[in-house]
């Protein structure tokens, strides 16, 4: 079984001193940087935005996997580059020709991503997952750190890696919410690539530790 990719999410980080929160992500096992942006309109909370990715840029050369949780994403997919994200993640909830989204942000030269939210069915991705990097599963509502994981979220999981297999697509399974030292390792077991973890993380005694435990969970 292949190590998780761990993905930190700055949500939980310290706003006010980013700095050294990405000392110790850019020593740390952490793979990716997860960038939670929220509208106040696709989900009830507003997060941080463009100037703030470009000024954490500087700090790190980790993957920057950016969630957008915002209303027509299209409009920004430029902008989300040259901030410089790696990973352009939308939900397929807010995107009603998600078809011609994936390949605007293919076009640019990132990697795709969809989300799908915790009622949204894994069969809807059916059509779209030959043509994506990477689906992230959401483990609990969007919109906050720290929530409860929802329990149904390993049945997704199996589903989504039946139907990857099914189509040998190879987009990696990535989850989203509630992730801890409790769940991550049946998580990777029923087939997660990528794990998100914000509270986890940054609410632990030592972050790079956690991250270090979360990275050789299996
Ligand atoms: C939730 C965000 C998550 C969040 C995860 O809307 O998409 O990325 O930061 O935080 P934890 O790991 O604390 O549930
Ligand atoms: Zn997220």
């Known amino acids: 079984m292949n190590k998780p990719i761990i993905a930190p999410s700055i949500l939980s980080a310290n706003f006010a001193n980013l700095s050294t ?9 952490a793979d990716y940087i997860h960038v ?16 703030v990715i470009q000024a954490m840029r500087k ?8 969630h957008l949780m915002i209303v027509e994403p299209d409009k920004y997919i430029d902008n989300f580059k040259q901030a ?14 998600l078809h011609r989204t994936v390949q605007k942000i293919h076009s640019v030269d990132m990697r795709a991503g969809v989300a799908i939210n915790p009622h ?9 997952i030959n043509d ?3 689906v992230c599963i959401m483990s609990v509502n969007p919109g906050f750190g720290g929530q409860k994981f929802i329990e149904n979220t390993y049945t997704k999981v199996a589903a989504l890696k039946e139907l990857i ?18 769940n991550a390792k ?8 990528v794990l998100v973890a914000g509270n986890t993380v940054f609410n632990s005694e030592n972050p790079e530790q956690t991250i270090q435990l979360l990275k050789n969970i299996v």
Do not use: Y
């Open 132 to 134: 994506i990097d990477l």
């Open 84 to 97: 410089g994200a790696d990973i352009l993640t939308v939900h397929v909830e807010a995107c009603t020709h």
């Open 59 to 66: 700090l790190t050369t980790k993957t920057f996997d950016v």
């Open 186 to 193: 049946k998580l990777v077991e029923v087939g997660a690539n």
């Open 21 to 29: 929160d990405f000392e110790m992500l850019h020593r740390s096992e």
């Open 36 to 51: 939670d942006v929220m509208d106040g309109v696709f989900v009830p909370n507003i997060s941080l935005g463009l100037p």
């Open 120 to 128: 949204t069915p894994i069969h809807l991705l059916e059509d779209i």
């Open 165 to 182: 297999q099914k189509k040998n697509a190879t987009a990696l399974i990535e989850i989203d919410g509630g992730v801890s030292l409790q």
